[in-house]
């Protein structure tokens, strides 16, 4: 997300009524997570590894300047962190042993600055990361710690990156071009070029369907665009600045954070109608500081719900998705931005 770096300097420290382990029922018997939450701390430069269920943070890893998007390996074993940078470029990523709870090694990009949107290859073995100021995507060898391909997505500002099941395709968000790109994989050759919106940010693509769904936060709308052909479909509108969109995981849904408003906005994926909008704010923040700003988005693999990070509340909501109801939120590091899921746990 581009926020003005002068409000990372304001935000407060973390909420006192924003405990973890939130308002579960009391009822409730604790148990000892066997997954992770990352959860990427942008104003201190940290990866938080949490406990999802307890809300207990086991550890706090440093990382790049302005760490913005994360993913684990397959086996859960790694997290690699996009290190953005702030008023300088970033150009590295951060490779963390969950289970050891410690930092790997960091990888340099080299000429490649503005790391930002990042996948994962099936196998493992390297992950797909977007360059805004290269305006490419680029692929990088975990093993080796070099960018092994870079291809052009010809756009602005790539920011966020999604792929396609049978990772057979790559779709880019450029915010600065107002457009997603699509390259074939594995050669990366670009098939085509589609305008959207005014602050394409978010970006996710619906493999039943055949669709890329990309959030406009400048243009308050999202674009569903149809994966084929290459042409927008339709245009919905969503006030509040959307900066992501994911659907849940029986695809019946799309999730989309709405920073103003501190919102949740919930489409039917089938109708394309907005059905609600879920306040994810939580304790109210103090009149001084800034709004909660809901950014980053996150779905457990295995149960329905969500987890949305708060950058003005220093805390992650989760949403239970069967009720649509934000049930607690969790205590992290300072301006929480990216999110990303691990089947371990630190050891």
Not at 43 to 57: K, N, R
Not at 70 to 83: E, S, Y
Not at 303 to 322: H, K, Y
Request: net charge negative; hydrophobic share 40%; charged share 20%.
């Amino acid at each position: 997300m581009r926020l003005p770096f002068a409000l990372l300097a304001l935000l407060p420290g973390s909420v006192a009524s924003c405990a973890a382990g939130g308002s579960h029922n009391s009822a409730d018997k604790p148990r000892r997570s066997l997954e992770t939450l990352i959860v990427l701390n942008k104003a201190e430069a940290t990866a938080s590894l949490v406990a999802p269920d307890s809300g207990e943070t086991r550890a706090s890893l440093p990382v790049g300047s302005g760490p913005h998007e994360a993913i684990c390996t397959p086996d859960g074993k790694l997290a690699i962190v996009c290190n953005y940078g702030e008023q300088k470029p970033g150009s590295t990523l951060t490779v963390i042993d969950v289970v050891a709870g410690t930092v790997v090694k960091t990888i340099s990009l080299g000429e490649h600055r503005r790391p930002h949107g990042i996948a994962m290859a099936p196998d493992g073995r390297s992950v797909l990361v977007t360059s805004e100021t290269s305006q490419k995507l680029l692929r990088i060898d975990l093993d080796s710690g070099s960018v092994a391909s870079e291809w052009p997505t010809t756009q602005k500002g790539s920011h966020m990156v999604a792929t396609s099941k049978r990772f057979d395709r790559a779709f880019t968000a450029n915010v600065l071009s107002g457009s997603m790109s699509a390259l074939e994989l594995p050669s990366g050759s670009l098939l085509g070029v589609v305008e959207t919106g005014a602050g394409a940010e978010g970006i996710a693509f619906h493999d039943e369907r055949g669709e890329v769904w990309v959030s406009n936060g400048g243009a308050g709308s999202i674009s569903v665009v149809e994966s084929g052909p290459l042409r927008e479909i339709a245009e919905l509108p969503c006030p509040g600045r959307p900066l992501r969109v994911i659907f849940t995981n029986d695809g019946r849904h799309a999730l989309a954070p709405c920073v103003e408003g501190a919102e949740i906005a919930v489409f039917d994926v089938a109708t394309r109608q907005l059905t609600q909008r879920i306040e994810v704010a939580g304790p109210a923040p103090s009149a001084s500081g800034p709004p909660p700003l809901p950014i980053g988005i996150l779905l457990d693999p295995a149960r329905p719900r969500a987890f949305i990070s708060l950058m003005g509340a220093n805390a992650v909501a989760e949403l239970d998705l069967t009720t649509w109801k934000v049930v607690r939120h969790i205590s992290v590091g300072k301006a929480p931005d990216g999110l990303a899921w691990s089947s371990v746990s630190l050891g």
